[in-house]
């Protein structure tokens, strides 16, 4: 607590002055030994002089922190409900006294006697002053004098101001300068007035919390979920306007941040800012900075040029921070927005149109279309009816066969499981449609897991039928690489069917190793450890270089089926897919091409070393029960061998 | 000495400016105290014979606001009707209201210093 030492304190005619002489004072320091002192004069009125070095640190303090700051203290104060400061400014020492009193009941009160005090006062107190009573009248500065100052001050306008007043006429003025309140001479009734004080500084405080939670600091632009309060209060009013939605996304923001740092990202992003606050306003619109390096625009509506206008503004700007890598920008536009729907939802199409890969095509600007739409719709459609679609069992494993074409013969060996589904409306809705579309949100490894099962029983159910085993690969994706239980739900799945681990083949795509090839190599070399064995699917599909099959430990290579279908038409795709097999056996590992579809192409193959084919030459993926009968064939023709 | 049971003889409005001073007696009287000492209405009077009405109008803008806080109802009209007019800086002879003004402060002087 305070000791009363670090006042000077004198009586003089009825009032109270003290100096803080110690230059500590935090503004609750300042108010406890105010409070103190305030109860030990039995209620008398204090004026008091705060010590200008410890009212600058408090000063520099609050400019430092800005608005976000501001709004910490207000909360703050309001958790802890901490007396506000209030000033009363008036050159009638009874009206000071009196209001004093009625004030000081809630309010740690200063005081001042004319405009010019005052203003000296509001300088110091900034941060901690909750409101300004002001009478208008005085000698020095008047009242009007110092709203005007406080209106032209960034800082300072913010501090509500209630004007003590009796003249009607002045009421006006006043509230062109910017007060917020009358109380009328002779004073009201003391609830009142403090009615009236507190009224006035829950909404200044409110507006100063709601400007710092409403904006992003970064940027200053609205975020996300004021700006989406705003858009639709836009169109409540508006709602005959043509409006487009518009997404912008920096590409790869985070490889900017790491190339140079987190603050030249974020000074790109600041210029990107700029300049689309300044097209908000230009286009009677409004501007809001999504995450990262996303923004959103919500303004009247343009032609498609201007878009690509503002692209190559933009994109001008963003690039202009010197020294760094080049900034890309896409654009998205959801053209006159329809009222009817959402305004998440305008933005969500804009987002989808900025996300389709316009770029590659030289283009701006992407605009949503009816086929977005329809893709968009079709895309929701397979995701909702997918828990049903599992459940159900609308997907159905297929396989197709592979060949071993190293004999004579070629010889059956195993099969590929390959899904399809088989929706009650849709009907047959190809893999293309819902694998990549599982893959991005998820589902992914919920479907894998489900043909790993099915496959898995099928091996048994073969097995216990033909008394062979016809290994079944299957996918892994790479999402299910990052899977911990990985390799423990496989063993599952095995051990459940009475399988060993080497008859469930894992397919692992290309792409998958070089994405994340440290972790591939660990779940690889683990999965092989405990039997499976492991393909390399798509080989050449992607950066793969011949030099990752000496370090990645694989026990198969599937060769991309696009170099097979030219191998008859190219002589250059012929000798890579050579070289592919040749360097593969020199590893001793064994290569399968799928894609094969012609007599000729399977001719190639062999003649080029290939151990393994799969494709329409041989057969297409077949239903369980349809492959059975390739398995019963197959068991006959290798009977009537053994007997011959 | 001055009593708030005087005051009301006087004719101010007690009950008004005690609550206004959140009914503490001694503060309102102690307020009063302070309007009697005040010397404004001897400049009111100084600035009208001087014919400087907008000093004028200063003085009598502030008596009014003080004596209407305070609710001293007999010495606020006058000083009332004289802001007004000198509000509007209207040109008039103003001895009468300031001699009643000064009048019901003189009477409210002798009230405070009877016993």
């Known amino acids: 607590m305070a000791c009363p030492t670090f006042f000077t304190i004198s009586d003089s005619g009825g009032f109270v002055k003290y100096k803080n002489q110690k230059n500590e004072n935090s503004p609750k320091k300042n108010k406890i030994r105010k409070k103190e002192l305030t109860s030990g004069v039995g209620g008398v009125i204090i004026i008091c002089e705060i010590d200008s070095a410890a009212a600058r640190g408090v000063k520099s303090e609050i400019i430092a922190g800005k608005e976000k700051r501001d709004m910490k203290h207000i909360v703050e104060e309001r958790e802890k409900n901490i007396r506000r400061l209030v000033l009363i400014v008036d050159d009638e020492p009874i009206n000071r006294e009196l209001l004093g009193m009625i004030v000081g009941e809630r309010y740690d009160v200063i005081f001042a006697e004319n405009g010019k005090q005052a203003f000296d006062l509001i300088r110091e107190n900034q941060g901690r002053l909750s409101l300004v009573l002001l009478d208008l009248l005085m000698p020095e500065m008047n009242g009007y004098t110092l709203l005007e100052l406080l209106r032209k001050d960034p800082v300072l306008h913010r501090i509500p101001v209630i004007v003590l007043t009796s003249e009607k006429s002045a009421e006006i003025e006043s509230l062109r300068l910017g007060a917020v309140d009358f109380i009328p001479k002779p004073y009201d009734l003391p609830d009142v007035i403090l009615a009236r004080i507190a009224r006035s500084i829950e909404l200044a405080e409110d507006r100063i919390i709601l400007n710092a939670t409403e904006t992003d600091a970064l940027t200053g632009l609205y975020i996300r979920e004021f700006f989406f309060i705003y858009v639709s209060r836009f169109q409540m009013f508006d709602p005959d306007r043509a409006m487009d939605a518009v997404t912008l996304d920096v590409n790869k923001l985070h490889i900017v941040n790491e190339l140079k740092g987190r603050e030249y990202g974020d000074a790109v992003l600041k210029k990107i800012a700029d300049r689309m606050k300044r097209i908000a306003e230009q286009t009677d619109g409004i501007a809001c900075r999504c995450d990262g390096g996303r923004f959103f625009l919500f303004i009247a509506h343009q032609e498609p040029d201007v878009y690509a206008k503002w692209y190559d503004e933009i994109s001008e700007e963003a690039n202009e921070v010197a020294d760094g890598p080049k900034v890309t920008l896409r654009i998205g536009v959801y053209q006159n927005v329809d009222r009817g729907i959402e305004v998440e939802q305008s933005f969500d199409r804009a987002t989808l149109a900025c996300n389709t890969p316009h770029n590659q095509y030289g283009s701006k600007y992407a605009l949503y279309d009816m086929q977005m739409r329809e893709k968009e719709i079709y895309s929701e459609k397979l995701l909702g009816d997918m828990a049903a679609a599992l459940e159900q069992k609308q997907f159905k494993v297929f396989y197709q066969p592979k060949y071993r074409i190293t004999g004579d013969v070629p010889e059956l060996c195993s099969a590929e499981a390959l899904v399809r589904w088989f929706h009650p409306e849709l009907g047959f809705v190809s893999p293309g449609a819902f694998i990549p579309l599982f893959e991005t949100n998820g589902l992914i490894n919920k479907l894998d897991r489900y043909v790993w099962r099915e496959a898995a029983a099928q091996v048994r159910a073969w097995k216990e039928k033909f008394g062979v085993t016809i290994p079944v690969s299957v996918n892994v994706s790479r999402m299910d690489i990052y899977d911990p239980d990985l390799e423990g739900e496989l063993l599952r799945i095995v051990a459940e069917n009475g399988l060993k681990t080497n008859e469930l083949y894992l397919e692992i795509t290309e792409s998958a190793y070089t994405e994340n090839s440290e972790q591939i190599i660990n779940t690889v070399a683990r999965l092989r450890k405990a039997g499976f064995v492991v393909e390399m699917d798509d080989f050449g599909s992607g950066y793969s270089s011949l030099n990752m099959l000496a370090t990645l430990p694989i026990d198969v290579l599937k060769l991309d089926m696009r170099f097979i279908r030219n191998i008859c038409e190219s002589e250059k795709d012929y000798r890579l897919v050579k070289l592919m097999i040749n360097t593969a056996s020199v590893m001793s590992i064994p290569t399968v091409a799928e894609g094969v579809e012609t007599e000729e192409q399977f001719r190639l193959l062999k003649a080029g070393g290939c151990d393994m084919v799969q494709g329409y030459y041989f057969s297409k993926p077949l239903p369980a029960h349809d492959f059975e009968e390739l398995i019963g064939r197959e068991t006959k023709i290798r009977e009537e061998q053994t007997q011959c | ?115």
């Open chain 2, 1 to 115: 000495m001055l009593t708030v049971e005087k005051l009301k003889e006087y004719g101010a409005d007690t009950g008004e400016g005690l609550s206004r001073c959140m009914n503490n007696e001694a503060f309102y009287l102690r307020l009063v105290g302070m309007a009697l000492a005040d010397d404004k209405l001897e400049k009111l009077g100084e600035a009208l014979e001087a014919g400087d009405l907008d000093r004028a109008f200063e003085a009598a803008h502030a008596l009014k606001g003080m004596y209407g806080n305070l609710s001293l109802t007999p010495v606020y009209a006058p000083v009332y009707e004289m802001t007004e007019l000198l509000r509007k800086r209207t040109q008039t002879d103003y001895s009468p209201l300031l001699a009643e003004a000064k009048r019901q402060m003189q009477a409210l002087v002798s009230l405070a210093n009877s016993d």
